[in-house]
């Protein structure tokens, strides 16, 4: 099976910040990546797909990149509403995994 | 617009067959180019795939789980289901039902309001 390990667990920032997501995958993945943002007693909901595609509707400052198993989630200037967790999603023939979270937080 | 609804019982006594249902309405679930998967969030925890199935009823499951899980498709009420055996207090969680898409590279894009489930005597 792909694991998928995100870092950090969690981050403390301020509006306007810009964050970092890290998921590393266990084996290549080519680009079989997807970034979800969930907030409490909700659905995930998908920002990108393909590793760096916005999803419609997703505002601009999110970006993802990376390929193959080092993958990149970036909040360019946080905004109050990003307040949230935010997992990664691999579907390597056709098993999915999830990473286990990055909860980010307000500092 | 597409959505999804998750149904079934709340509370489940442990060692007896978990039973959930998705319906899905505003769109067909015989499109060829969606999967339609469950995901489990234990209380406090991450997200965990259970498993996906075609319309087709062609199924992939969770290594972890795959001794336990059943899922199956039915057409004709646009819903499909998750069966998962001899469930224990480990398995108490919010299901969600959702959507995965081949034409945003298996992304899950639209997604059930999920449902509790309690295992518990």
């Known amino acids: 099976d792909i694991q998928m390990t995100q870092s950090p667990s969690s981050v403390s920032a301020s509006v306007g910040d810009r964050v970092t997501v890290t998921c590393r995958a266990s084996?290549?993945?080519?680009?079989?990546l997807a970034w979800y943002q969930q907030k409490p007693g909700k659905a995930p909901n998908l920002l990108i797909y393909?590793?760096?595609t916005l999803q419609s509707g997703v505002p601009s400052r999110f970006s993802g990149s990376g390929s193959g198993t080092d993958f990149t989630l970036t909040i360019s200037s946080l905004q109050p509403e990003d307040f949230a967790t935010y997992y990664c999603?691999?579907?390597?023939?056709?098993?999915?995994?999830f990473g286990q979270g990055t909860k980010v937080e307000i500092k | 617009q597409l959505q999804l609804q998750e149904s079934g019982p709340g509370l489940v006594k442990p060692s007896e067959t978990l039973s959930l249902t998705c319906t899905v309405s505003g769109g067909s679930i015989s499109t060829s180019s969606y999967y339609w998967g469950w995901i489990r969030q234990s209380p406090g925890k991450g997200l965990e795939w259970i498993g996906n199935i075609y319309y087709s009823g062609g199924t992939y499951y969770n290594p972890s789980l795959k001794s336990r899980v059943t899922m199956s498709v039915d057409t004709s009420k646009n819903q499909f289901s998750l069966k998962l055996s001899s469930v224990a207090a480990a398995d108490t969680a919010v299901y969600f039902c959702?959507?995965?898409?081949?034409?945003?590279?298996?992304?899950?894009?639209?997604w059930g309001q999920g449902t509790v489930v309690t295992v518990s005597s």
């Open positions: 959702a959507r995965l898409s081949q034409l945003l590279h298996y992304g899950f894009d639209i």
């Open positions: 084996q290549g993945i080519s680009s079989w």
């Open positions: 999603q691999q579907t390597n023939s056709f098993s999915v995994t």
């Open positions: 393909a590793a760096s």
